[in-house]
């Protein structure tokens, strides 16, 4: 079924989510907030902080052959086997794995880049640092030409029709984000690919997915992408690791590597198990979701049924946050509040708002929100993280309000209650 305004979670089922997540409602020192800045790093679930924790009690190296070792090895293999067949739905390719989403993000453009022939690469206007700045970086040291794709500036949506205007027989590399970090704004990738491999079969395409992850399963199978990547931190689990989906082709390129390992192993040195366990606790809390709404297929369409629960939530919560109630109106219809990129249709948009409280600096509006118990973020253009993307978008700034799918239609609400309060005042 299609759930054009989503489906929301059973109350108690939703407070009971809530509830595995560490500080989902109060800060232990700073006091009650409502954790709305959730694309900033997500809340975390106690089983990811719990699995890295225990594993990083244990002194044994992976590689060694006594029971410990051999465990922890085993986690690090199972991990890295999962990752790459739960979370991104691959049949085949490769995991590379860094400290940050962002280095995976330089590693596979750097390797597609200076090894397939080509005189461009296109990206999007709106990509984020990390996706933007690899492609230039790496158009400056191979000598190709950088092809910016503008936004479309009512959806905020990088649209296919588009991007095949910069995409030629020349052209080495196309980078497209799966979705916006600053408005949610979801990309129909298949759309993309489908056109721009119309132009050049064997173009390679990878997808900064580092803000769509938590919000709605990756495909890198069907999509028949060259790389993707995702921040266990931004989808409710631990920093200090960032994983990427390359596919075989991509793998095959020449990587650093210890010369004795197979070409698809990315790992340089002693892997930290922790991380991959933590993953792991990351695909168990999606498919025991899954579970509860009565899927029992494999573990990955589990995963599937309980991203797509995930995602009717979020979208529930969207047209919640965007429409009210007959009590409490929402962001559309609070005098001197502006919903940026705002679209009708909620199936393209992740659960992520860019808002403007008329007469309130952008800044100001943020340490308000703070004040009145809400995290929210204010994307600026003196931010070299927004600066490019706002003037694309046709913005000065915007407040970004994320929720999370844990959220209730009572956490949405109170936030409505607030931001109307301080409009009002601003009005004055
Ligand atoms: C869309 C997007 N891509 C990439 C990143 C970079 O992630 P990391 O800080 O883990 O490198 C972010 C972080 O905000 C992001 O929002």
Do not use: W
Not at 33 to 42: A, Q, V
């Amino acid at each position: 079924m299609h759930f054009p305004n989503g489906l929301l979670f059973d109350a108690d089922y939703q407070k009971e989510l809530k509830a595995k997540f560490c500080h989902a409602d109060a800060d232990p020192i700073y006091g009650d907030r409502l954790f709305f800045e959730n694309s900033g790093g997500s809340l975390r679930l106690e089983a990811c902080v719990n699995a890295k924790a225990e594993l990083e009690c244990f002194p044994d190296c992976p590689e060694r052959i006594h029971a410990r070792s051999r465990y922890l090895k085993n986690i690090v293999d199972t991990g890295t086997k999962e990752i790459l067949e739960i979370i991104f739905g691959a049949k085949s390719g490769a995991l590379i794995t860094e400290l940050t989403a962002s280095q995976t993000m330089f590693h596979m453009v750097g390797l597609i880049m200076e090894n397939i022939p080509g005189k461009n690469a296109v990206v999007s206007s709106i990509e984020h640092p990390s996706a933007f700045d690899a492609v230039e970086f790496y158009c400056k040291k191979t000598g190709k030409e950088l092809r910016v794709v503008p936004a479309n500036p009512q959806t905020g949506r990088i649209d296919a029709d588009e991007v095949i205007k910069y995409v030629d027989g020349d052209t080495c590399l196309l980078s497209i984000m799966s979705a916006s970090n600053i408005s949610g704004t979801i990309m129909d990738m298949e759309d993309i690919v489908k056109k721009a491999r119309a132009i050049k079969p064997d173009l390679y395409i990878v997808s900064d997915a580092v803000q769509h992850a938590p919000h709605h399963a990756m495909d890198v199978e069907s999509l028949g992408i060259d790389g993707m990547n995702f921040a266990p931190y931004k989808f409710f689990g631990i920093r200090g690791c960032g994983f990427a989906y390359v596919s075989d082709r991509v793998a095959a390129l020449p990587h650093h590597k210890l010369i004795a390992k197979d070409q698809s192993v990315f790992e340089l040195g002693t892997s930290a198990p922790g991380n991959f366990a933590a993953c792991m606790e990351i695909m168990n809390y999606v498919v025991n979701i899954g579970e509860h709404f009565g899927c029992a297929g494999s573990k990955r369409e589990r995963f599937l049924e309980g991203m797509r629960r995930i995602h009717l939530q979020e979208r529930a919560l969207l047209h919640r946050m965007l429409e009210g109630t007959k009590e409490v109106p929402g962001l559309r219809h609070i005098e001197g509040v502006t919903v940026f990129m705002d679209t009708a249709d909620l199936t393209i948009r992740d659960l992520i708002c860019a808002i403007k409280i008329e007469n309130m600096d952008y800044t100001a509006c943020t340490a308000e929100y703070q004040r009145r118990g809400v995290t929210v973020y204010e994307r600026v253009v003196s931010s070299i993280y927004s600066k490019r993307i706002l003037e694309a978008l046709g913005l000065a700034g915007a407040i970004r309000v994320s929720p999370l799918h844990c959220h209730g239609t009572d956490d949405i609400d109170a936030f409505l209650k607030i931001t109307a309060q301080m409009a009002k005042k601003a009005q004055k």
